[in-house]
């Protein structure tokens, strides 16, 4: 969200509860990471110790761990109540040039050791991505195109490197959601997809590196231009 928006309060997030035997801060860390990178946390949506404390089914201690985390990280910020970070145009140029320098160079390591069943995985994310496209309903793309870099980054094979592009991208899905609602948009995410995904199959890293770069392109003019210059 840009800053100097009007944050709203809605009604509790649809979390799901948590198992009692893994009420520990990485397993709520986690839970709440993924609902901000896959767009299911809404930006306008202030949210309490307490309240997520009991749509979680824990303690406010581990939560409270979870949470300074996750601030630490610049997705979350607090105040009168927790909420999505809100970032400048100053953080939106820095985030989508470290992701020029992360995600091309994992695109490459990923079509170095690539697998078989690694392949098959992304090849149906590309599918979902097409069947969502033409469908009313965002969330579903949002989602496709969520899990498809989260298979590359797992091909790819490069935990820290992979943490750090999951981050940064996170503190962004706010915005990528937004460019997203224009059918274009969606349409080359998913021709890069398809051809990164070919490039994979060939195992052939200078094509899958341009490709993700070109993408990062890409993303970078659409997210830049949704914010006036003048807001850095």
Known sequence: MIRGTTMKTLPPLSLEQLPRADLLPERIYRQIHEKIA???IDPSVRMTETQLAAMLGVSRTPLREALTRLRHEGLLTAGRGTSVASLSRQDLEEIM????????????R????????????????VQR????LSRPSLQKFVMANHDFRVALVRLAGNKRLGEAASRHD?????LRR??????????IVVRHHRALVEALGRRDARAAE???????????ESILALI????S
């Open 129 to 132: 991505e097409v069947d969502a």
């Open 210 to 220: 341009k490709i993700m770069r070109d993408l990062m392109l890409q993303a970078r």
């Open 228 to 231: 006036p210059a003048r807001r």
């Open 178 to 187: 937004a460019t997203l609602e224009k059918k274009s948009n969606r349409e």
């Open 38 to 40: 896959s767009g299911e």
């Open 110 to 125: 990923a079509a170095r050791s690539v697998t078989p069943e690694g392949l098959a995985a992304l090849e149906a994310v």
């Open 170 to 174: 996170s503190q962004i899905q706010t």
């Open 97 to 108: 040039e470290l992701r020029l320098l992360i995600e091309p160079y994992l695109a490459a």
